[in-house]
């Protein structure tokens, strides 16, 4: 009998150091993968994005050399799609990666080439209103004045609508209060643009010699507005939304007090937190009060049921949400980062000719050619060879 349990040990201990050590090499590949994959990413993006720089040089450099030069230069890429679009006078190169060297949401120029990442949302200013919008959301705000001359404020009706696409309803009587005030006299501070990351308008504020802003903010993809209120001349007690319509039905309140929601047969009306929150309703409101050092609200409007915002709910609150590549609440939300690079020629006087291109993933020879001017634009072919 002792024979067989000295027998028996060793064999017990292999079995324990290789189930062991398989675990840990287990462990160190589920590091190190995403890693690499991630760092491979990182080198195809590069890749791609100097393309694009190398496309742009050669474009500009047979532009200014007079009709009929012309220059033949190689180009690569391992991911994604590259389109010489000549109805829309632009090169456009989409891609989706693992990486988030390009952050989430943004938009910007380096030299000729703009690269955004997830950016679909656009602002605009048209007749003193602000239109924030992306493929779900239209949102109008009031355009308040300027550093100059700010205008009155009724914060009872801070933003003057948000109309739903997918459901066609439009939705009103969003007010704000800051420590019990109602109003102020603001102007208003914004980047226009189109294809942004993100839709932004500052309000800075004064009311009753307090000053703050606020910031209301539409994200690309997104299915809510986030607003909330910075930078105080003093410490307020507490920050309240509310949302008074007639599209306000049946309420729920969450019993974490972090969401209160009201919903119809086709769409949802939500007010979300992701810290402490007082929340309350009435027949025809809902609202909701944060303290100010923590406050933020998202305002949803979107389609489905109360129950689609309870399933983002510990997204929000471990702060994981706004981490997506594009958040929403009724929405798939992409595991990937969508990029974008792109040359616009349309204000550069080069009108790009011939037949649109559509390229995948290989190695090419694209011939670049200056077939003399049209009115006020030098006309460049592109072609492959």
């Not at 007079?66 to 679009?85: A, H, M, Q, Y």
């Not at 705000?141 to 914060?155: A, C, K, M, S």
């Not at 319509?245 to 974490?256: A, F, K, Q, R």
């Not at 109360?306 to 009724?330: E, H, M, T």
Request: charged share 20%; hydrophobic share 40%; net charge negative.
């Amino acid at each position: 009998m002792l024979y067989m349990r000295k027998a028996i040990s060793p064999l017990i201990s292999g079995v324990l150091y290789t189930g062991i050590l398989i675990m840990a090499i287990s462990f160190v590949l589920s590091m190190v993968v995403p890693a690499i994959d991630n760092l491979a990413d990182t080198l195809k993006v590069d890749t791609s994005k100097d393309m694009m720089y190398s496309i742009d040089l050669y474009v500009n450099k047979v532009a200014s050399s007079g009709k009929g030069s012309k220059r033949t230069i190689p180009i690569s890429f391992e991911i994604g799609t590259l389109n010489v679009d000549t109805e829309k006078n632009r090169i456009l190169f989409l891609a989706d990666v693992d990486t988030r060297d390009i952050a989430p949401r943004t938009s910007l120029y380096q030299g000729n080439v703009k690269i955004s990442s997830n950016a679909n949302t656009n602002l605009s200013y048209f007749n003193n209103s602000y239109v924030l919008e992306n493929e779900h959301l239209k949102v109008t705000l009031f355009g308040n004045g300027t550093i100059l001359q700010p205008q009155y404020i009724d914060f009872n009706n801070i933003i003057e609508s948000i109309y739903m696409k997918e459901v066609e309803e439009n939705l009103t009587g969003i007010g704000l209060n800051v420590d019990g005030l109602n109003d102020a006299y603001c102007w208003s501070e914004a980047v226009t643009g189109i294809n942004l990351g993100r839709a932004r308008v500052i309000q800075h504020c004064n009311s009753s010699n307090l000053l703050f802003d606020v910031y209301i903010v539409l994200e690309s993809s997104a299915d809510y507005l986030s607003v909330s209120i910075k930078n105080p001349s003093t410490e307020y007690t507490n920050v309240s939304l509310v949302i008074d319509s007639t599209h306000i039905s049946s309420s729920v309140l969450d019993s974490g007090k972090i969401f209160i929601t009201s919903e119809k047969s086709d769409y949802v009306i939500a007010l979300v937190s992701d810290s402490y929150a007082v929340t309350s309703s009435t027949a025809s409101s809902i609202s909701m009060t944060q303290e100010f050092d923590s406050n933020e609200f998202y305002v949803v409007f979107t389609q489905g049921s109360n129950q689609i915002v309870r399933s983002r709910l510990d997204l929000v609150a471990s702060g994981k949400f706004d981490l997506y590549y594009d958040p929403s609440f009724a929405f798939k939300m992409s595991d990937k980062n969508h990029i974008e690079f792109s040359l616009d020629y349309t204000n550069d006087n080069i009108n790009l000719s011939g037949t649109s291109l559509l390229l995948r993933p290989g190695n090419y020879m694209l011939s670049i050619e200056n077939n003399g001017s049209l009115g006020n634009y030098i006309t460049i072919l592109l072609k492959t060879v």
